[in-house]
């Protein structure tokens, strides 16, 4: 699979190539070049010797996989249950969706149809599990395996499609064991005894015997109301508006449920199988349509890159990613339920339009260190359990620089405060001074050699209050002294 | 002669005129130092647009100390809900310029760290959109607004937008600004900050945070009083630094020590507010 950008030449031979041990080889080539008899794992050298016009591009997995993303990302339009398999395939688990296309067959068509579209060649195969859909994916030639018929459908494929280890594949067949069909038809317990439990496993779930849901590459959402337009939409109003009232539908489906939502994501599908999800997070779950329109407007207006329509969207999906139960409000004597509710929504607006690492709420750490004592947590995120503050202490700047900035200072006593510092071409001559207040490095996170801080409050000739340190003792420590501000009182 | 008297006249009227809007004493807060609570008798209005000025980059810590301040006595009523949030827009470039905020700071000022939201702001544009719509919300207590510099879309539409937002919310919001020249703003009051020393503790240690404030604007007419003031953050409240009372020049170093311990003994006993420990 390939993208579209990477072809050079139209005419000739189309071949990609990487490096193995040294020698470039062939890893992926187009039709055309198969035809001419090019295989892949040719080295270059070899195809050219065959085939001297030849068109060569580095193969560029990152870029595939980027692709499957984005392709897996347009299947999300089926159902929310879509998984990558390898580096070239999609599992897409439809269970309870094909009702919604017209049944197994025309999902089938009108999916190889969409991707077709756009270019992409692919064999699409609806079985009973994953396994055996992907293994007759794999192999044949697509089509819709009759329900209960998995076992004669696979009988003939080679067992190299099981996904075994390459040791177990010989062993098989050197024992004669080169179909699926001929595997099933052997007792199960001597070779599980030789090969492996693993072996069965995968043979029961090829087979149709056994059948385990797929790993979704997406978290499956609590809920998801959508709407799909025969014409794509493209204007802005149009775009808010259906969110509007899919907005409406979730918040009546989360009420059912007793339900409100913490996160939310709407999905907009393009006609062209480009998608762009936006999410919204709250502080508190909810199911409020007006506050969460608010939401997604404020997150809309602030998108650095506005969302591009392009040829419109056939499909906008809104999906609660992330449910609590949310009981209705009852409002206290005080209002205080209504006030903190107030709170919630001013924060969720404002951390849906700036980000939510803007909108801040202290966390207090214990720790002595001056400078890892307290962090700030997104106010949207839910309260931790506040670790309790040290007694009151000496007193701390309101202010303090991050990382501290440098001084030249000049000390009476070696170990006493500072007499005069310089801080921004600035002279300071001290007044007041307390300290020194000895902050020894936390050794058990910096390791033994961190140096010793001597804090010193001090107050110059105008009123102004400031947080020095010196970092290192004298002759006790190596190096010289050097002089920091570290903050500033009011 | 005639004229002026005319117009001083008018003047006063026109105070009394202004004082007539001026919130209720249900509304409004003090000091809790006697020198300015005397003067301004229940004028400083919740819910409504005050400006603290600081002269140059360095008064910042003070202004912005004496704004969390007012912050704090607008936020003391027994009447009033508790513990309710307080917003502190910043610009991020305020960060490297004059430090981020710290939370034993703060507590160390008299603020419950859990009670404040931190909002920093890409620009001032982003600054003042962030803290109008914290101004709308009335379950917050009051908002900061710390730019950086003198923005220039901080004009009088602005800032009246501002305080039509608060008159309506009751939030009390403080607007802190960094300007030789004050501009044309509908604040109800306007304040000019800077540090100076304060009463010092025991052992020479820097004493409770002392601040020099003008009031370069009052709605009701009282401009142009000016206070030292210390803050006291176990009561929340500012207390009246008495201007003699305090030895402010050091003793040049030539002097015998004995006059030194002489002058010391004079002021110390009527240092009003020395504090033990």
Same mark, same amino acid.
Not at chain 1, 198 to 222: F, K, S
Not at chain 1, 246 to 267: C, V, Y
Not at chain 2, 78 to 84: C, F, I, K, L, S
């Given at each position: ?150 076992? /004669?459908?696979?009988?003939? #494929?080679? !067992?190299?499609? =099981?996904? $075994?280890?390459? *040791? %177990?594949?010989?062993?098989?067949? @050197? +024992? ?63 775009? /808010?508006?259906?969110?509007? #009232?899919? !907005?409406?539908? =979730?918040? $009546?489906?989360? *009420? %059912?449920?007793?339900?409100?939502? @913490? +996160? ?68 206290? #004597? ?16 404002? +951390? ?139 | ?277």
């Amino acid at each position: 699979m390939s993208g579209p950008s990477a072809v050079p030449d139209e005419a000739l031979p189309l071949v990609f190539v990487e490096r193995v041990k040294g020698a470039l080889r062939l890893s992926a080539i187009s039709p055309q070049a198969r035809a001419v008899g090019l295989a892949p794992g040719l080295t270059l050298a070899d195809a050219r010797a065959r085939i001297p016009a030849l068109a060569v591009a580095d193969h560029d997995p990152v870029a595939d996989a980027a692709f499957l993303e984005r392709i897996a990302d347009d299947c999300d339009r089926w159902t929310p249950l879509v998984a990558l398999d390898g580096v070239d395939g999609l599992v897409l688990d439809i269970t309870g969706c094909a009702h919604l296309f017209g049944g197994e067959a025309t999902m089938r068509t009108r999916v190889t149809d969409h991707l077709q579209r756009h270019g992409l060649t692919l064999r699409a195969v609806v079985a009973g599990t994953p396994e055996a859909a992907r293994a007759l994916a794999r192999c044949g030639k697509g089509g819709v395996v009759p329900e209960g018929r998995e076992a /004669e459908c696979v009988a003939l #494929l080679p !067992i190299s499609v =099981l996904g $075994l280890p390459g *040791e %177990t594949v010989t062993g098989l067949s @050197r +024992a004669g064991l080169k179909t699926i069909g001929d595997l099933a038809s052997r007792p199960g317990t001597p070779l599980a005894a030789r090969f492996g439990e693993e072996l069965l496993t995968r043979l029961r779930r090829t087979l149709g015997h056994e059948d385990v849901r797929i790993v979704p590459r997406r978290p499956l959402p609590a809920c998801i109301a959508e709407r799909r337009f025969a014409e794509p939409i493209a204007r802005a109003e149009d775009v /808010e508006g259906a969110l509007g #009232l899919l !907005i409406d539908d =979730l918040a $009546l489906m989360l *009420e %059912t449920r007793g339900d409100g939502g @913490r +996160a939310f994501e709407a999905s907009f599908f393009r006609a062209d199988g480009a998608v762009r999800r936006i999410a919204v997070e709250t502080a508190r779950p909810s199911r409020d349509p007006t506050s969460l329109g608010r939401l997604f407007h404020e997150k809309l207006d602030a998108l650095v890159d506005p969302l591009d329509p392009g040829f419109g969207f056939d499909l906008v999906r809104l999906a609660v990613l992330r449910a609590e139960p949310l009981a209705p409000a009852q409002v206290n #004597l005080d209002g205080r339920a209504i006030e903190e509710e107030e709170v919630g929504a001013l924060i969720d607006r404002l +951390a849906a339009r700036m980000g939510r690492d803007r909108v801040l709420r202290f966390m207090m750490r214990d720790t002595h260190d001056p400078a890892r004592a307290a962090s700030l947590v997104p106010a949207a995120d839910p309260p931790a359990p506040a670790c309790p503050m040290p007694e009151e202490g000496l007193a701390r700047p309101l202010m303090m620089f991050d990382p501290p900035q440098p001084i030249e200072a000049l000390a009476e006593v070696p170990d006493g405060p500072p007499l005069r510092f310089r801080w921004r071409r600035v002279l300071h001559e001290v007044v007041h001074a307390e300290g020194p207040e000895r902050i020894a490095a936390e050794w058990w996170r910096q390791g033994n050699g961190a140096p010793t801080r001597d804090y010193y409050r001090v107050e110059n000739r105008e009123g102004r209050r400031f947080w020095l340190f010196r970092i290192g003792l004298y002759d006790r420590e190596p190096g010289p002294p050097r002089w920091f501000v570290h903050g500033l009182f009011p | 002669m005639r004229a002026t008297h005319d117009v001083s006249a008018l003047r006063q009227m026109l105070a009394g005129l202004e004082a007539e809007r001026l919130p209720g004493a249900s509304s409004a807060f003090s000091l809790g130092a006697a020198g300015p609570d005397g003067v301004l008798a229940n004028t400083l209005a919740r819910g409504a647009l005050h400006e603290i000025y600081a002269a140059e980059g360095a008064d910042m810590p003070a202004a912005s100390g004496f704004a969390l301040a007012l912050a704090l006595r607008a936020a003391q009523d027994e009447a009033r809900p508790q513990n309710r949030p307080i917003v502190w827009v910043r610009q991020d470039f305020l960060d490297s310029e004059a430090g981020r905020l710290d939370a034993h700071g703060l507590r160390g000022f008299g603020l419950d760290p859990s009670r404040l939201i931190l909002v920093r702001a890409r620009d001032p544009e982003q600054a003042l959109r962030a803290a109008g719509d914290a101004a709308r919300c009335s379950a917050i207590e009051a908002v900061l607004l710390e730019p950086w510099g003198e923005p220039k879309m901080l004009d009088l539409t602005a800032t009246r937008r501002l305080a039509l937002r608060a008159g309506v919310s009751g939030v009390t919001f403080f607007l802190l600004r960094m300007a030789e020249k004050p501009s044309a703003s509908v604040a109800v009051t306007r304040w000019l900050v800077r540090p100076i020393l304060s009463t010092p503790l025991a052992a020479d240690a820097p004493g409770a945070p002392a601040f020099a404030v003008t009031l370069l604007r009052h709605r009701g007419g009282l401009h142009g009083h000016a206070w030292n003031l210390e803050w006291d953050h176990e009561s929340c409240s500012f207390r009246d630094i008495a201007p003699l009372s305090r030895a402010v020049v050091p003793v040049p170093a030539g002097k015998p020590a004995r006059q030194d311990a002489a002058a010391q003994e004079a002021t110390g006993d009527v240092r009003p507010f020395r504090r033990t420990g």
